[in-house]
């Protein structure tokens, strides 16, 4: 194309692709209870209309006997695959309403990940090692994000009206909602205060869970 386009063509043109583009909107959100910083919670945002499906991949490690991360956000539609980083293995398996199954028992990589398609909390466990639990939350939006260790998130998304949700694995209760509206070029600051169930005990090594993982060290995986 050459520069000889008349100005008014070149005005409608930048018109089309102004208009083509997203209105953008900034949302922070600090997440704490009792005054002090919560990472691990989970914040979506839902519009009225429904996310497309998406075809992505996710992981959840197995690490020093514990689930890494403990705590993984995903879009329904996506896959997780359970690699097995540790030394002795693992039977992963959940019996959550959102998605049931169980990856009998391995180690290093299952050959399929597991596909999650119903928006829910899922709570993943093993049934060698019953301190070991995770939680995969399986949203049905594009627009989601965990706190980090101070407690903040910061998600740019298109402008628009959004039912904001806060859930954490230890929230008492429901997930917590708000309604917001976002507006283009504008950031908002949300404080979400959150009331916890107090924290689980400390992982505990008993004689029968020793004996067990010696049992199953030195076992093939079943088919």
């Known amino acids: 194309m050459g520069l000889d386009m008349p100005l008014g063509a070149l005005a409608g043109l930048l018109v089309l692709f102004v208009a083509g583009q997203a209105a953008a909107a900034r949302l922070d959100v600090k997440v704490t209870s009792d005054a002090a910083a919560l990472p691990d919670a989970v914040i979506s945002l839902h519009g009225s209309s429904p996310a497309t499906a998406v075809k992505a991949t996710a992981s959840m490690d197995q690490r020093d006997m514990a689930f890494v991360p403990g705590v993984l956000p995903i879009q329904a539609g996506t896959r997780v695959v ?70 903040e998130v910061r998600m740019d998304v298109p402008a628009g009206r959004y039912r904001l949700q806060v859930w954490h694995p230890r929230l008492r209760g429901d997930p917590i909602e708000r309604e917001l509206e976002l507006v283009d070029g504008d950031g908002r600051i949300e404080v979400i205060e959150l009331a916890l169930a107090p924290p689980p005990p400390p992982r505990q090594g008993s004689d029968r869970l020793r004996a067990l993982q010696e049992k199953f060290r030195g076992q093939k995986p079943r088919p």
């Open 82 to 151: 359970f690699p097995n980083s540790d030394q002795v293995r693992h039977q992963v398996y959940s019996f959550s309403e959102a998605r049931r199954f169980e990856l009998p028992l391995y180690a290093g990589t299952p050959a399929e990940p597991v596909l999650f398609e119903r928006a829910g909390v899922v709570v993943v466990g093993c049934n060698i090692h019953d301190w070991m639990i995770g939680h995969i939350v399986v949203l049905d939006s594009p627009h989601f994000a965990k706190s980090n260790v101070d407690g």
